[in-house]
């Protein structure tokens, strides 16, 4: 059973810092990796998809790499803002019709 | 832009009473899905759908059930509410060309349901 695991669950930095979100999961037959955004009772949006072919994908200040075969990926936030607070939660795909298995998350407070 | 719209944004119901959720999506999207959000827990996946008419169950259904009648509209039913199902509930939609769960999902904004 695939396990999907955030660490730390929260994190506070000071506003422009660099920093980095790590998942790591445990089976690396994936068929792709997703990284979400969660604002406070809100749903979830899209922020990277990663295929398992790939090493990295980017979005803006967002950069998302993935090393299957030891089972981790990590969200790279470059030069972060107090508008990037939220949560972010990493979702592993398995392929096929099996289910998408998520992780716990991790609370971000950027503070001005 | 793909929408996933929930009927309630809240909704306080009392133990025992039948609760129907809604989600409609508007971009065709062949697959749905129902999840519940609880802290510590994660997401926790209930029910999904790949075809109209079509449901299987995810790792937690027990006290739930899902009615997909037509593609863009799926419902979540609990049958006799219990104050354990309180909680954040999230649908979610897919395109689901390439495979059932290897497609960005879309969310909607939650539910958030309190059984008293």
């Known amino acids: 059973k695939q396990e999907v695991t955030q660490i730390p669950a929260a994190l506070s930095v000071p506003e422009g810092e660099n920093l980095v979100l790590n998942c790591s999961f445990t089976?690396?037959?994936?068929?792709?990796l997703q990284w979400f955004r969660q604002d406070p009772g809100k749903g979830l949006t899209s922020l990277l998809l990663?295929?398992?072919?790939?090493r990295e994908q980017t979005s803006g200040r967002l950069n998302a790499s993935l090393d299957k075969s030891s089972g981790r990926s990590t969200l790279y936030i470059a030069a972060s803002q107090p508008g990037d607070s939220a949560t972010y939660l990493c979702?592993?795909?398995?392929?096929?019709?099996?289910?998408?298995?998520f992780g716990t998350g991790t609370k971000l407070q950027v503070i001005p | 832009d793909v929408k996933v719209t929930q009927s309630s944004r809240y909704l306080v119901k009392r133990t025992g009473e039948k609760v129907f959720l809604e989600c409609v999506q508007d971009?065709?999207?062949?697959?749905m899905f129902w999840y519940r959000q609880d802290p510590g827990l994660g997401l926790r996946l209930i029910y999904f759908?790949?075809?109209?008419?079509?449901?299987e169950k995810g790792d937690i259904p027990e006290g739930y059930s899902v009615s997909r009648e037509k593609k863009e509209r799926f419902s979540l039913i609990l049958e006799s509410a219990s104050t354990n199902q309180t909680s954040m509930y999230l649908c979610?939609?897919?395109?689901?060309?390439?495979?059932?769960?290897?497609?960005?999902?879309?969310f909607g904004p939650g539910t958030r349901l309190t059984v008293l």
């Open positions: 979610a939609s897919s395109l689901g060309l390439a495979g059932g769960s290897t497609d960005t999902q879309y």
């Open positions: 089976d690396s037959a994936i068929y792709n």
């Open positions: 990663i295929q398992s072919s790939q």
């Open positions: 979702a592993v795909a398995p392929g096929g019709y099996q289910k998408v298995t």
């Open positions: 971009m065709d999207h062949e697959n």
């Open positions: 759908s790949y075809d109209v008419k079509m449901k």
